[in-house]
């Protein structure tokens, strides 16, 4: 009776289970279908290789993922570096960078390298996310009034008062030479929509994402209105408009594999995984109902063999994405089968139903990425970081301003290099106080980290001293002390004894540390050394 009973609550638990992944991979389809399409077209390609990607992120990577509630597919943090990367090396390179960078992926995974990328500073990681943000938010402004991005990140984002003025010149729009006015009109309605239902759902009703209900009413509008803007163009045979790499001898694969190449194809990888770990350590600390723990490096050879199989088919490279991922927690997920369940969903979509999404205008999309590029710009981060100190807060700026102004790699390459130099600072920045006691006495009081970057400055100090003094060193000020510094006391203390002067250093533990160290380079003078406790 017991094993029975047993058995009965194991079925309803994976039937609970099941049911609850089927409910919520519907609705994390309805929110990942559009985006798919909207950064396909941010990233200046077809809408079908945004959807390919979403099918591999959903049924591979879904299945050998590491976290198991984490959804992937194309990210709106890697649109700006694919529009480079087609600018520079044209369309036909792309497959061959995305298929190296899910390669590099793979092997950071199987070389336990996941821990190093969580290593990158938080004022840099915020700071690639806002700078992507405003990218996002500029070069798609453009599209929400059906025009063209205008170049750079700064062009655009310099040239949206242009594309305010095309969507509000009615009197253009009056004697029919543009519909810009239109596309706009359906762009904030869109985005009014996103921003209400974000504010005023509550219950049961907020399951439902407010992407799919603005995407649907600026659809049903355009539609029944019969207005005259641009459309989502799906190719007729989505599958056969695929093209897989020509991989193999004699295919003139290795004269593109030029070093250049490789490094973008670093740069993507790196900040795919990034993005995708970034996510990971984001819904470890969301309650779920999942309790299996992440496994980091078992994602990124996940996240490695998903960008190779897109690569090889031309499509868009993916990450682990918050927005789908948050939803997918959010919506009531018990396991990866969520994941799996979505991706199916829009593979069956797009393979007998493809003309529905020929009724979506690209502007609504356009609009959706514009509202999501706003939300990178987390202004509470910015505050949080502030916490701990102005430093961060510039790092944060730096990195922002340089990814606008040049490029995404330049401005994390730049934000790393800053936080570099601000460990150097901290670790290399030692505050010295002489104070002169009564008889010999001579007091030196050290503030901040001991270490051989500061040796110069403690050196020149200590020398300046009477040769003849009782030196005595204060370190409870001190955060930490290194090898080198160690034996600059040892040092000093065996030249000036002999002129009749002493050190005592005023810190139990450090004296106790090199009074040993002495000890072993001169046990006969072990005698005349006393720490001060």
Not at 168 to 186: E, I, P, R, V
Not at 386 to 408: P, Q
Request: include cysteine.
């Amino acid at each position: 009776m017991t094993e029975k009973k047993s058995s009965e609550k194991e079925s309803k638990f994976a039937w609970s289970n099941l049911r609850a992944d089927m409910l919520s991979s519907i609705v994390v389809f309805i929110v990942a279908l559009p985006l798919c399409m909207g950064i396909a077209i941010a990233s200046g390609v077809s809408p079908a290789q945004g959807i390919i990607t979403g099918v591999v992120g959903g049924i591979v990577v879904g299945f050998l993922s590491g976290c198991p509630l984490q959804v992937s597919g194309p990210a709106a943090g890697l649109a700006v570096v694919i529009v480079e990367l087609i600018k520079e090396h044209g369309i036909e390179k792309l497959g061959v960078i995305i298929l190296l960078a899910g390669i590099l992926q793979i092997l950071f995974g199987l070389c336990r390298l996941a821990t190093w990328f969580r290593a990158v500073p938080p004022a840099v990681i915020h700071g690639m996310l806002s700078g992507i943000g405003v990218l996002i938010f500029a070069a798609q402004f453009h599209v929400m009034v059906d025009d063209s991005p205008k170049g750079s990140g700064l062009n655009n984002l310099l040239s949206i008062p242009t594309a305010v003025i095309k969507g509000l010149d009615w009197n253009a729009a009056a004697s029919g030479q543009t519909t810009h006015h239109l596309a706009a009109l359906l762009g904030i309605i869109t985005i009014i929509l996103l921003t209400l239902w974000q504010r005023f759902a509550k219950g049961r009703i907020k399951v439902l994402p407010g992407s799919l209900i603005a995407i649907v009413i600026a659809t049903g509008c355009a539609y029944f209105l019969h207005l005259p803007v641009r459309y989502v163009n799906i190719p007729p045979d989505l599958f056969g408009s695929l093209r897989l790499l020509p991989i193999g001898p004699g295919t003139g694969l290795s004269s593109i594999l030029t070093w250049e190449i490789f490094f973008d194809a670093l740069a993507v990888a790196f900040i795919a995984a990034a993005e995708t770990l970034l996510t990971c350590s984001a819904l470890d600390k969301m309650p779920k109902h999942s309790s299996v723990p992440t496994n980091y490096d078992r994602e990124l050879v996940a996240q490695g063999v998903g960008n190779t199989i897109c690569g090889a088919f031309g499509a868009l490279p993916m990450t682990g994405v918050m927005v789908r991922s948050g939803v997918n927690v959010g919506a009531g997920a018990r396991s990866r089968m969520s994941t799996i369940l979505h991706g199916l969903w829009i593979l069956l979509l797009v393979a007998f139903f493809p003309k529905w999404l020929e009724f979506i205008p690209t502007s609504a999309l356009a609009a959706l990425l514009v509202f999501t590029g706003y939300k990178m710009v987390d202004i509470r981060a910015v505050k949080l970081m502030g916490k701990y100190g102005r430093s961060e807060v510039a790092i944060y700026l730096i990195t922002v301003v340089l990814i606008v102004s040049v490029d995404l790699l330049t401005g994390v390459l730049a934000g790393i290099a800053f936080s570099i130099a601000k460990l150097l600072y901290i670790f290399g920045h030692l505050d010295i106080k002489v104070t002169k006691g009564q008889g010999k006495r001579v007091d030196l009081n050290l503030h901040g980290a001991a270490t051989f970057l500061a040796l110069p400055k403690l050196a020149g100090t200590m020398e300046s001293v009477p040769i003849d003094c009782e030196l005595h060193i204060h370190l409870d000020g001190v955060a930490y002390v290194d090898h080198a510094v160690l034996d600059l006391l040892i040092s000093w203390d065996r030249q000036h004894r002999q002129h009749g002067g002493t050190l005592v250093i005023d810190w139990g533990k450090l004296g106790e540390a090199f009074h040993e160290r002495r000890l072993a380079a001169r046990p006969d003078e072990s005698r005349e050394f006393r720490p001060a406790r």
